[in-house]
């Protein structure tokens, strides 16, 4: 088990720069998720940590050594790939074996000179990994007579079984049915519990990444955007990218103007309150960006600001209020059956504590 | 009809469909259906029978004939010649001939062109300007390499001033040394593109399981192209016993014989067509057995994809 720490990493392909600058400490044991929409580096910073893609600028360390120059072999790391990569030539038990057969490992402690391990010590872990990812009935079988999700244990199971310094995982659940993935992220998530490996992992669902992660780093365009727990990026944005990117649907961001008294915002069809604990309230008459998560939106008939509906979709545990505040979309969540019409009128209120400010320049938080 | 569960979920831990090999109905078909399977055969049967079953029987039947004076007259003589010819002397030296060119031919054809194609087969700037000078040996004619290869190694004039071409021992190796070039570069093509269907991921995973450069080649990569070595192996080889314009215009069959394999006795026999005849029969009962056997025996070693 190790920490991962990416000191001023930069991955340059030429003119194009697909990780810039990234600065993260993945701490020892922790599940940290990469996510972000595709194209944002997460891939990259992944395989750079892998020792697939070399790293033009920074180092970057594994535990307390700088592992730029070091073989991929040589990391103690494995990696669980979106297509799982199998050896297809190879049976189950084989393709489980494989790093065991090639590598070193440190069995008779740390200070004792790594050594490969011999047949009996080497069915014995690959015993363990098939009894904890249920492939034993499938050992013998070559993975094309395997289903996606066998496949996709087997591809843990050959990541597990050398018990490595740190997990990679991309996209792992990608090539999976909705079912099946709901099921594998709970096994993953004990997975995790039970060997206790630093994993790192990269998804751009944003679902995976609430669902499993430790911390949850945020990433665009190359740059990290917000690293946190689920629970932090979701409740305290840093700006409207992350605002916008955590969440289903989004946060609703809208234009908006602090009053002249600077005491609430004037937003398109009403007044919302100040958010609670500002440290420094913007400018009286300065313009802002407004974000309010849907849930956070309230029917009531007292509310401050108003919105005519124009389409209610019904979504069995919820409904889907889609309304305009200016130019910018708004949807609001309401919990059940909506008693809403397409083309009413509707008056909402939203609780100081929910409202985020965001600046429409930089796109940064306030406050 | 059983009534289905709409609410069962599909287990996924459930054992992969197996469909029976041999499931299909046997013997059922109707005349109707006989008719139209037929129809849907009589252009290919068509090309078959006019260019190829009718000119092999008319080969066959010749090989019963003996020439009398000198290819003046035949006489029809039954399966005597064949027992004869193929009994004999020069049947057994072409043919020892022909498999002495193969095993010059194949092997090293086919492990230069594999070395090649994996070298080549990286992400380099330029690279596909390698790839071009490798696969361009496919690109000219076997007439055309052996005649730079006759001059490449010619006594009088070569830029290697060898005897290799009158040289009993060396003869063959001379006759040989274009087809390797040749064959590298057909090894090179068909391999470099088994290289390109292999997963980048599955090489990256062996990678980072500890497979070394060469543990990845013996393990992974080898195995996994596999089948394209063997269509390789195979077609070589009937390249190797169908091989003439490279002994024809390097050595003459010469010297004293040395290099006359099956094809070039055959092409000998203007004096007499039935013995001529015998002969390709042999020629084509040797490749059909080799094939055969190398199907038989490779094929279950060699690894496809999806079984």
């Known amino acids: ?367 | 009809m059983s009534v289905t569960d709409a609410m069962a979920v599909p287990n996924d831990d459930a054992p992969v469909l197996e469909v029976p090999k041999r499931s299909r109905r046997k013997g059922k078909y109707n005349a109707k259906e006989v008719g139209l399977a037929f129809a849907f055969l009589v252009p290919s049967l068509a090309v078959f029978v006019t260019f190829f079953y009718v000119p092999f029987a008319r080969l066959v039947s010749w090989g019963t004939y003996e020439s009398q004076r000198g290819g003046a007259s035949y006489k029809q003589v039954g399966i005597d010649q064949y027992t004869d010819v193929l009994g004999g002397n020069e049947f057994r030296q072409g043919l020892w001939h022909s498999l002495q060119f193969v095993l010059y031919t194949v092997p090293a054809g086919l492990i230069l062109g594999t070395l090649l194609a994996v070298a080549a087969h990286r992400r380099l700037k330029g690279i596909k300007v390698f790839q071009a000078i490798f696969s361009s040996t496919l690109a000219s004619s076997v007439a055309v390499s052996s005649v730079i290869f006759f001059f490449l190694f010619n006594p009088a004039v070569g830029f290697f001033q060898v005897s290799w071409q009158s040289d009993p021992s060396w003869a063959m190796f001379a006759a040989a040394l274009p087809a390797i070039w040749q064959n590298l570069g057909l090894a090179f093509v068909i391999v470099l593109a088994g290289l390109q269907a292999v997963p980048d991921e599955v090489m990256e995973a062996a990678r980072l399981d500890g497979y070394g450069a060469w543990r990845r080649l013996t393990r992974i990569t080898l195995p996994l192209i596999s089948p394209v070595l063997m269509f390789l192996f195979v077609i070589l080889v009937i390249y190797g016993f169908q091989a003439f314009a490279q002994i024809d215009i390097i050595t003459k069959g010469g010297p004293g014989g040395a290099t006359e394999t099956l094809v070039f006795k055959i092409f000998k026999q203007t004096q007499d067509y039935g013995k001529g005849a015998v002969l390709s029969v042999g020629l084509f009962c040797v490749t059909l057995v080799v094939t055969f056997f190398q199907f038989a025996i490779l094929d279950r070693r060699v690894h496809y994809g999806d079984e």
């Open chain 1, 1 to 367: 088990m190790a920490s991962v720490t990416f000191d001023a990493v930069s991955k340059r392909y030429g003119e194009v720069t697909a990780v810039d600058d990234l600065n993260l400490a993945i701490e020892d044991g922790e599940f940290m998720v990469l996510l972000g929409p595709s194209g944002c580096g997460k891939t990259t910073a992944l395989r750079m940590i892998a020792g697939l893609e070399d790293i033009s600028d920074g180092k970057l360390l594994i535990g307390d050594e700088v592992v730029n120059d070091v073989d991929p072999s040589r990391r103690d790391i494995s990696m669980v790939f979106q297509s799982y990569a199998l050896y297809p030539h190879m049976t189950v038990q084989r393709n489980i074996e494989s790093p065991l057969l090639v590598r070193s490992y440190h069995v008779d402690g740390n200070d004792r000179p790594a050594r490969k391990l011999n047949k009996a010590e080497r069915d014995e872990r690959v015993a363990e990994a098939a009894r904890v990812l249920d492939l034993e009935p499938y050992l013998k079988r070559k993975p094309a007579a395997l289903s996606g999700g066998q496949r996709q244990r087997v591809a843990l199971a050959r990541a597990f079984v050398g018990r490595p310094k740190v997990f990679l995982m991309d996209e792992p659940l990608s090539n999976l049915d909705a079912k099946l993935r709901a099921q594998t992220r709970i096994e993953l998530v004990e997975l995790h519990a039970r060997v206790g490996t630093t994993v790192v992992y990269v998804t751009h669902d944003q679902v995976e990444a609430m669902t499993m992660a430790t911390r949850v780093a945020v990433m665009s365009m190359g740059k990290l955007q917000q690293v946190g727990t689920p629970q932090e990026v979701y409740a305290r944005p840093v700006n409207t990218f992350v605002a916008q990117f955590i969440g289903t649907p989004p946060m609703n961001c809208f234009p908006g103007k602090i009053a002249a008294d600077g005491s609430q915002i004037e937003v398109e069809g009403g007044t919302l309150p100040l958010p609670a604990g500002l440290v420094a309230v913007p400018a009286a008459g300065s313009t802002i960006t407004v974000g309010v998560r849907p849930e956070h939106l309230e029917v009531s008939g007292e509310g401050s600001l108003g919105v005519e509906v124009r389409a209610v979709e019904w979504l069995g545990h919820e409904c889907l209020i889609s309304t305009s505040i200016g130019d910018a979309n708004v949807v609001i969540r309401e919990a059940g059956m909506s008693a809403s019409q397409t083309g009413s009128s509707l008056r909402l209120s939203v609780d100081p504590a929910n409202v985020h400010l965001f600046d429409p320049n930089t796109t940064l938080r306030i406050g």
